[in-house]
């Protein structure tokens, strides 16, 4: 981050992978624009703490037109205590408000960070146990994703599917969340 290379080159390397960006990844322009944000404002932060001396960014890279058009989301992060906490209540607290599902749900997003079409889509067919990922899970559109998740999710997802074997649907349906007739 620090280098010689960069801070002589910086402009050129960003604009070059913001090029990468659109032509293989295919982001769209407020994703990219998020991204180089993220960058130009870590030198910002660096030159103001006094960690380089100069940025190598200020004022020379040129914004995707027109992204400040596009809505961007303002994202709110919670805290590694906060993130404790609601697993906890949720492990805990099943029964009335929330039930295992919904700790499954909280736990499978907090590991993977994927997106809720991909989430929704979760069967035990794209279950793969020994690398602890839902494999080829349409995300959007027709893009394809491995929903990876840690040890203890697995843990979860096997006393679920031990439930749904003998209480549920005796696991006759191959989506990861059902809904329990009554």
Same mark, same amino acid.
């Given at each position: ?15 070059s ?8 990844l ?29 940025n ?10 027109? %992204?400040?058009? !596009?809505?961007?989301?303002?994202s ?5 205590e906060?993130?404790? &906490?609601?697993?906890d *209540? @949720? ?12 700790a499954?749900?909280w736990f ?31 995300e ?7 929903? %990876?998740?840690? !040890? ?13 074997? &003998?209480?549920?649907? *005796? @696991? ?11």
């Amino acid at each position: 981050l620090y280098s010689d290379e960069f801070m002589q080159n910086g402009p050129d390397i960003v604009t070059s992978y913001m090029a990468f960006c659109v032509n293989v990844l295919q982001n769209g322009k407020k994703t990219v624009h998020t991204k180089v944000n993220a960058i130009t404002s870590f030198y910002s932060w660096a030159n103001r703490k006094g960690k380089i001396k100069t940025n190598p960014l200020a004022d020379k890279i040129s914004r995707m037109p027109r %992204a400040n058009e !596009e809505h961007i989301t303002t994202s709110h992060f919670l805290t590694d205590e906060q993130i404790e &906490t609601i697993s906890d *209540f @949720l492990l805990n607290n099943t029964g009335d408000k929330y039930d295992f599902q919904d700790a499954l749900i909280w736990f499978i997003f907090s590991d993977s960070a994927n997106r809720l079409g991909a989430i929704e889509q979760l069967s035990l067919s794209q279950l793969d146990r020994e690398r602890r990922v839902f494999k080829n899970v349409i995300e959007k559109e027709v893009r394809t994703v491995d929903v %990876a998740f840690s !040890e203890e999710t697995m843990k979860l997802i096997y006393w679920w599917m031990e439930m749904r074997h &003998t209480d549920y649907d *005796f @696991l006759e349906l191959d989506a990861l969340f059902i809904a329990k007739n009554h």
